[in-house]
């Protein structure tokens, strides 16, 4: 089935710090999103990306669609302290059809920042 | 605007027994997801409805159920609870209208089921 795997697992950075992650598959994905998960609460989303190579930028946060639409990477620059969390990425599943929001979630990378 | 309400927020419950978890989307949403979130596994979809439709289902056995009323509001029955039911059940909404702008997903913040 589809799998989203990302990496790394964890990081811990100092504050200031740029920070880079990344999401692979071995399917193809029409849609990217990435989304924050703060400790108690839902996943809040950050960037949605539809077209293979598009470059999205939200503030601090860039995130950008893999030509081959198997992969994705998002980048926070000059980390700060709530940038605290669990970062996911997720796409449509293949074949669950246009408008549909059955989503395949990658396992998260949970980001730690040094103050 | 309001955010995705869900209740209750933590439960706890034994083996065998039932539960049933409630949603109401953000208004004016009509398509509401399920999703499980467990350390081990992720995040999982469960199911998605649309206009009281079951639109989508993942791959759980038929002891997790779902229905949603014509105001949008949407609940969750897990039956005959096993220990392994024990995680953080999110509801999602979204104003759906069947075009191109997918997994655009509004969560709530939840509900955590312990089963002892």
């Known amino acids: 089935g589809q799998q989203l795997n990302q990496s790394p697992q964890s990081m811990f950075i100092q504050e200031g710090e740029d920070v880079s992650m990344n999401c692979t598959s071995s399917?193809?994905?029409?849609?990217w999103l990435w989304y924050k998960q703060d400790p108690g609460e839902g996943p809040v989303l950050l960037i949605a990306l539809y077209k293979a190579g598009e470059l999205t930028s939200n503030g601090r946060l860039t995130a950008q669609f893999g030509i081959t639409r198997k992969d994705s990477f998002l980048n926070i620059s000059a980390s700060i302290p709530s940038d605290v969390g669990i970062y996911f990425c997720?796409?449509?599943?293949?074949?669950?059809?246009?408008?549909?929001?059955?989503?395949?979630f990658g396992k998260g990378t949970k980001l730690s920042v040094i103050p | 605007k309001a955010g995705v309400t869900q209740t209750p927020r933590y439960l706890i419950k034994t083996r065998g027994q039932q539960v049933t978890l409630s949603c109401s989307p953000i208004?004016?949403?009509?398509?509401v997801s399920w999703y499980q979130q467990t350390p081990g596994q992720g995040l999982q979809f469960l199911f998605e409805y649309f206009s009281e439709t079951q639109r989508n289902k993942g791959n759980f056995p038929g002891r997790f159920s779902g229905r949603q009323f014509s105001n949008s509001r949407s609940e969750m029955n897990v039956s005959t609870l096993e220990l392994g039911d024990s995680a953080l059940y999110l509801c999602?909404?979204?104003?759906?209208?069947?075009?191109?702008?997918?997994?655009?997903?509004?969560f709530g913040e939840g509900s955590r089921l312990t089963v002892l």
């Open positions: 208004s004016g949403h009509r398509s």
């Open positions: 999602a909404s979204s104003w759906s209208q069947g075009g191109n702008l997918t997994g655009e997903l509004f």
């Open positions: 997720a796409g449509p599943r293949v074949g669950s059809g246009a408008g549909s929001y059955q989503l395949t």
């Open positions: 399917s193809i994905f029409n849609t």
